[in-house]
């Protein structure tokens, strides 16, 4: 079992940045993809970015060029640097483990654990 928590959301004005952190329990997080989801109000949780063990990423085209998915396995964390925030990226963010730990998965069904979310609100 796997045991996710995310922190560092928070309000921020557009074109501000947050960074975001998922510190997950347990040995073998070195081994897990790592991906980070955000949800909407209305709307269905979407990617955001993803990091195989191997450190291959994968970027949401909606986010990319101003999120930066990171992990460090020493203090099983994984990070989400996010730039240049726009009001559309409001949302709930959550941190997810996919078991594999080769591939870099868009699908919210690949991953088996998930943490409870972060809310980031970016205001206009």
């Known amino acids: 079992q796997v045991q996710l928590v995310e922190s560092g959301g928070g309000l921020v004005q557009a074109g501000g940045s947050l960074r975001l952190s998922c510190a997950a329990s347990?040995?073998?997080?070195?081994?897990?993809?790592m991906g980070w989801f955000r949800q909407a109000p209305g709307k269905e949780r979407e990617f955001v970015a993803t990091i195989a063990r191997m450190l291959g990423t994968r970027y949401a085209d909606s986010v990319k060029g101003r999120f930066t998915i990171s992990r460090d396995n020493a203090k099983n964390t994984v990070y989400l640097q996010m730039n240049t925030l726009k009001p559309d990226d409001t949302a709930v963010y959550y941190c997810?483990?996919?078991?594999?730990?080769?591939?870099?998965?868009?699908?919210?069904?690949?991953?088996?654990?998930w943490g409870q979310g972060t809310q980031v609100t970016v205001s206009s």
């Open positions: 347990g040995r073998t997080f070195s081994s897990y993809t």
């Open positions: 997810a483990a996919d078991q594999t730990g080769w591939r870099t998965t868009y699908e919210p069904l690949d991953y088996t654990y």
